[in-house]
C-alpha cells in the first residue's frame, strides 16, 4: 500500500501564510491525481486543488488566487501554499493521491491523516 504523510499544518494569524506537504511512499508506479481537501465539523470534505499528470490544476473559488498546489514528481511530494489566510480556512486539511500500483498497475485512491490549520488572531 501506500502512505501518504502531510506535514505544515499549524495556527496562524488572518492575512499570514503555510505551506502543507504531503510526501508519498509505497509500491508506486504513478500519481495520476495530487490533491488537497479541507473539512469542518458539521461539513462535507471539499476539495481545495487539484493537479493532474497532465498539467490540469483546480482551485476551489474560495482559495482561487491565494492558495497554489505544486508537485515533485521525483519525490512523490506536492505542496500547497496557502497565502493571505482568512479564519473561514480553518479546517483539517488532507492530501490526496489517485495513484498506479507498480505491481500489476491497479489504481487507487488514498488520503492522508490530515493536519490542522487554525487561523485565527
Known amino acids: 500500500q501506500v502512505q501518504l504523510v502531510e506535514s505544515g499544518g499549524g495556527l496562524v494569524q488572518p492575512g499570514g501564510s503555510l505551506r502543507l506537504s504531503c510526501a508519498a511512499s509505497?509500491?508506486?508506479?504513478?500519481?495520476?491525481?495530487m490533491g488537497w481537501y479541507r473539512q469542518v465539523p458539521g461539513k462535507e470534505r471539499e476539495a481545495v486543488a487539484r493537479t493532474t499528470s497532465g498539467g490540469y490544476t483546480y482551485y476551489a473559488d474560495p482559495v482561487n488566487g491565494r492558495f497554489t498546489i505544486s508537485r515533485d514528481n521525483a519525490k512523490n511530494t506536492w505542496y500547497l501554499q496557502m497565502n493571505n489566510l482568512k479564519p473561514e480556512d480553518t479546517a483539517v486539511y488532507s492530501c490526496?493521491?489517485?495513484?498506479?500500483?507498480?505491481?500489476?498497475?491497479?489504481?487507487?485512491?488514498?488520503w492522508g491523516q490530515g493536519t490542522q490549520v487554525t487561523v485565527s488572531s
Open positions: 490526496y493521491a489517485q495513484w498506479i500500483r507498480a505491481i500489476d498497475k491497479t489504481q487507487y485512491d488514498t
Open positions: 509505497g509500491n508506486i508506479f504513478s500519481i495520476n491525481v
